[in-house]
C-alpha cells in the first residue's frame, strides 16, 4: 500500500507538469480522485484521466511550464 499523502502529491505533480491543471481544477478533490483511481499508480492514474477526458500533454500543445 501507497502513502496517501505521497500519491496525491504525485498526481498533483503529474497533473501540473503534463497537463498545467490540478485537482482543483478538474474539479476533484483527494478523495473522489482516491474513489476513481486509488487503486492504479499515480503515473497510470493521470494517464487514464488524461485519455478519459482527452487532455493535451503541454508538450504537445507548445507550452512551456512556467518555472519561475
Known amino acids: 500500500m501507497y502513502n496517501l499523502e ?3 502529491s ?3 505533480q503529474l497533473l501540473k507538469q503534463r ?3 490540478s485537482l ?3 474539479g476533484l478533490d483527494a478523495k473522489e480522485w482516491l474513489d476513481r483511481f486509488g487503486d492504479e499508480h499515480a503515473t497510470d492514474a ?3 484521466y488524461a485519455m478519459k477526458y ?3 500533454p503541454l508538450t ?3 507550452f512551456m ?3 519561475g
Open 10 to 12: 504525485d498526481v498533483e
Open 19 to 21: 497537463y498545467g491543471v
Open 6 to 8: 505521497n500519491y496525491i
Open 24 to 26: 482543483t481544477d478538474i
Open 46 to 48: 493521470v494517464k487514464a
Open 65 to 67: 511550464p512556467f518555472s
Open 54 to 56: 482527452d487532455l493535451t
Open 60 to 62: 504537445s500543445a507548445g
